[in-house]
């Protein structure tokens, strides 16, 4: 895959050495809010997150007491709402309008509208030609007429339509609801670009956000299957050392007749002697896929001398052999005790992730530290696919959508920002399995499937 811009990614992630920025990238997007319960901050913030956006709160000069936020007693909010004239006055501003392309704002509903200091925010603000979405928080109205009411506030600016969340709004609500709009900040990390299919990394390059694994394919049957899948338009491979397999992906991907450059191949170290060794078992796996170069490496699981191994990993990052590093089966505890050893952040970690195992505290961890989630057994693996295909739930969201179960699933990791790698040997499950963009799940769909989370986890890992 092509290198991106990541603008400030080495100050912001602790990598060595930072892509150049592009002369001519596109605006950046800025997240607005005003808020005085911490309701409408926490959206905000979230968005923001989900983005790489940049964020200004409005902040009154003049704050609000819990005696002015009371309803119809005739105090400060009462009058100002009353009022369309009204413009509380705002401490500081944003210092470089300009930069912005897309701005969104963010406010309490306030007896049906927004708060007054929005229009002081506004009117303080040439935003000509910039994309405004706006969103609401509140107990039970929905955002109605407020947003229309302010468009005459920034009559030149390219207004999308709004939406109200409610206290408590999921971040997988959050970020469905960004892509709905088609707000996605240039080069964001972490942030699935669904027209794409690919994700950005922190270390500056693009990965499909859905592939295949390669675990338990022979030779022959790997080979097959990584035909298929660069056949079917797949770009994203997974395989390891201990598949034993690694060959059979080179040949495969070698003989494919697809330019290397649009390939995602992804390796591990295995603990142990590769760990022990880890200069040795790098040129190892550059023998046996023999592509030039390897596009992710990741250590299979903790195990001793596991930072050595990294460290040397880093070593062949600095010399081109590898592009990005990642780790798989690390969790919170030992990413707390790991990160701090190491000079360059994972781009990826790889877990156990399927609806009955969903690992809910664990990834949004991961990703806040601008880490891209992968999940490995997708459909439960290991004797429990079929219970797990067949679940009612699945089975009835599938039926509603016409897809099969399977394809439920992949889209449910997708739309968690999960990325897929179901291991196949038939043609026809990897061309499907790719299949995710025809239809999306809704929030009530997700929700259902979220609640078949048991904890259970379906490998020792």
Not at 344 to 357: C, D, G, S, T
Request: charge should be negative.
């Amino acid at each position: 895959m092509k290198r991106a811009v990541i603008l400030l990614l080495a100050l912001c992630l602790c990598l060595a050495i930072a892509p150049p920025a592009a002369a001519d990238a596109p605006g950046k997007t800025l997240v607005v809010w005003f808020s005085c319960t911490g309701t409408t901050q926490a959206v905000a913030e979230t968005a923001a997150d989900i983005l790489g956006a940049d964020t200004y709160e409005i902040v009154p000069i003049q704050p609000y007491t819990d005696a002015d936020l009371a309803y119809y007693t005739g105090g400060r909010a009462d009058q100002e709402q009353a009022d369309p004239s009204a413009r509380p006055a705002i401490s500081g501003g944003v210092e470089d309008m300009a930069q912005y392309d897309t701005v969104l704002l963010g406010y309490p509903i306030w007896h049906g509208q927004a708060p007054r200091i929005i229009s002081t925010f506004l009117e303080s603000y040439d935003l000509s030609g910039k994309t405004i979405l706006p969103f609401c928080t509140s107990h039970s109205s929905g955002i109605g007429s407020s947003a229309d009411d302010l468009h005459a506030l920034a009559p030149d600016a390219v207004w999308l339509d709004g939406t109200r969340f409610a206290a408590g709004a999921s971040r997988e609500e959050i970020a469905a609801w960004l892509d709905g709009s088609g707000i996605r900040a240039a080069g964001a990390v972490g942030v699935f670009d669904f027209e794409k299919r690919t994700v950005m990394l922190n270390s500056g390059y693009e990965m499909p956000i859905l592939g295949l694994g390669t675990y338990s394919l022979s030779d022959e049957e790997c080979y097959a299957s990584v035909t298929a899948l660069l056949q079917a338009g797949g770009r994203l491979i997974d395989t390891a050392y201990m598949y034993g397999n690694e060959a059979a992906v080179g040949r495969a991907v070698r003989d494919s007749g697809v330019p290397r450059e649009e390939i995602f191949v992804i390796t591990k170290l295995y603990p142990g002697a590769q760990y022990d060794q880890p200069e040795a078992a790098i040129q190892e796996a550059l023998d046996k896929l023999d592509i030039g170069y390897i596009d992710m490496m990741l250590l299979h699981h903790p195990g001793e001398n596991d930072v050595q191994a990294y460290k040397a990993m880093e070593q062949a990052v600095a010399e081109g052999k590898i592009h990005s590093l990642g780790l798989s089966n690390w969790y919170v505890e030992e990413l707390e005790e790991f990160l701090p050893q190491v000079d360059i952040m994972p781009a990826l970690v790889q877990n156990e992730i399927h609806p009955y195992y969903q690992e809910n505290d664990v990834i949004p961890y991961i990703q806040g530290l601008g880490i891209v989630v992968q999940g490995w057994y997708p459909f439960g693996g290991r004797g429990y696919t079929a219970d797990l295909l067949g679940n009612e739930t699945i089975s009835a969201i599938a039926a509603d959508h016409g897809v099969s179960s399977a394809q439920v699933i992949l889209r449910w990791d997708l739309q968690k920002g999960v990325v897929v790698i179901p291991g196949s040997s038939d043609p026809d499950h990897i061309r499907e399995n790719l299949d995710l963009f025809g239809f999306a799940l809704t929030d009530d769909e997700m929700g259902r499937i979220n609640a078949l989370d048991r904890g259970e986890k379906h490998d020792w890992y």
